[in-house]
């Protein structure tokens, strides 16, 4: 019997223990953060700066030696002694709080059976419960682009904050996109075969005619509307598309995948695009300029694609987009848990020769424009949400990014994660 009760009692503080930080109130009080040095985010830098906030938008930002401190003695007044103050990060093209354990399949929710699931949205499956969710915002990712996964037109994505009670409650821009994985002509060599010839896709010309047709059906579902009497859901969810309303997420990695899907969408009128991953981004240049794309650059720490590539060609990517003027914002693929890396994602590219505000860009103010929320976040001007963090160091650089606080519409959130309480947990147990 001691030992069912003691198995029980185990259970019950695992999960008490497990659980993620309580989602806090609305701000209920007017708050200035000062003597800090402002990155707004739109390359502006205030050395010796302040932000004010209240009822979840920023009221102030300017030079602190311009300031009276004593014109805000309604406010809560933080003096955060030279410390850096940043827009809360945007992470793109995400699966957080659709994935818990990768190899655990009851705990994934991010991928539909098909290949045409243009209905599917992102927005109703976020767990805001997600112990992952905590590991973010501790690197100052607040809002992530939630997007489903799957073959050909996957569906929808939603941006969502990393805070709330529920979906309803986390949701920060519903429906945004409508996403498409378009097919390949060849894949690399098999790793089994022996062989190091690329194999061609014979089903490539099949699929490609697939998402025609799909096409076609919906721009004449979009056309009839009104006239229809039974509605059809997958066409339906393409009728913003048409409309300008709705963006495509076109995941394309290769020189020929970019070309074909562009001009495959712009032949039937579609013209508001972004292009995800863009490994081959820097054959495509021109192209990309012509067809003034914005491009979300996949994971930069990998390999290149060809064995003939510089071994750097990843990392200088965003450089050799950015000069030519192209809108670059960054993500990151692989492993969930690897996107809480997103800032220093960034730090690389300064590396190679980005200018570090145009870095923080690519992973905010850019990101913003690229999601269609450029108008409410994505940098720290005065009527756009209080999306704010805090830094003790340089929040592109892993040596000393350290946030210490972090605010979400004015928010004040808990930046504890179970990872935290074990650091601290173990922590006690060997200092002692």
Avoid at 49 to 56: L, P
Avoid at 96 to 113: F, K, Q
Avoid at 184 to 189: D, G, S
Avoid at 316 to 324: F, G, I
Wanted: aromatic share 10%; net charge negative; charged share 25%.
């Amino acid at each position: 019997m001691n030992k069912i009760y003691f198995l029980i009692f185990f259970f019950i503080s695992q999960i008490i223990f497990s659980q993620v930080p309580e989602p806090v109130s609305e701000q209920d009080k007017a708050i200035i953060l000062y003597n800090a040095e402002v990155h707004v985010g739109d390359g502006t830098i205030f050395k010796n700066g302040y932000v004010c906030f209240d009822s979840g938008k920023i009221t102030h930002v300017g030079d602190f030696d311009d300031l009276i401190l004593s014109d805000f003695q309604d406010h809560l007044q933080i003096d955060l002694n030279k410390k850096l103050i940043y827009p809360g990060l945007i992470l793109p093209i995400s699966k957080v709080g659709l994935e818990e354990i990768s190899a655990i399949r009851a705990t994934l929710d991010h991928t539909e059976i098909g290949d045409i699931n243009s209905n599917i949205r992102t927005l109703t499956s976020y767990n805001t419960d997600s112990e992952m969710i905590p590991t973010f915002r501790y690197n100052g990712i607040l809002l992530s682009q939630v997007a489903p996964d799957g073959d050909l037109i996957t569906g929808n994505s939603s941006v969502m904050m990393m805070e709330g009670w529920n979906w309803e409650d986390a949701a920060y821009k519903v429906d945004n996109g409508i996403h498409v994985k378009w097919p390949r002509k060849t894949y690399p060599p098999s790793r089994w075969s022996g062989s190091t010839e690329f194999r061609v896709n014979s089903n490539y010309k099949s699929t490609v005619d697939k998402i025609h047709k799909f096409l076609i059906d919906s721009r004449s579902y979009y056309n009839r509307r009104g006239s229809i009497d039974e509605n059809n859901l997958k066409l339906e969810a393409m009728s913003d598309v048409f409309s300008g309303k709705k963006k495509v997420y076109i995941h394309a990695n290769s020189r020929e995948q970019i070309i074909e899907s562009v001009q495959t969408f712009k032949r039937h009128g579609i013209n508001d695009l972004v292009i995800v991953g863009a490994n081959d981004a820097y054959y495509t240049i021109d192209f990309i300029k012509e067809n003034n794309l914005p491009i979300l650059l996949n994971n930069i720490h990998r390999t290149p694609s060809r064995n003939h590539e510089d071994i750097d060609l990843p990392y200088k990517l965003p450089y050799l987009l950015y000069k030519e003027g192209v809108l670059v914002g960054l993500t990151a693929s692989g492993s969930l848990h690897s996107q809480r890396n997103l800032p220093f994602l960034a730090g690389t590219s300064v590396a190679y020769g980005v200018p570090k505000e145009e870095a923080l860009k690519m992973i905010s103010y850019n990101t913003a424009k690229i999601l269609g929320i450029d108008d409410v976040t994505g940098s720290l001007e005065v009527g756009k949400d209080a999306n704010i963090v805090v830094s003790k160091g340089d929040i592109l650089d892993m040596r000393t990014s350290q946030i210490v606080h972090a605010f979400i519409t004015g928010r004040e959130i808990n930046l504890d994660g179970k990872q935290q309480i074990l650091y601290d947990r173990f922590k006690r147990k060997y200092s002692e």
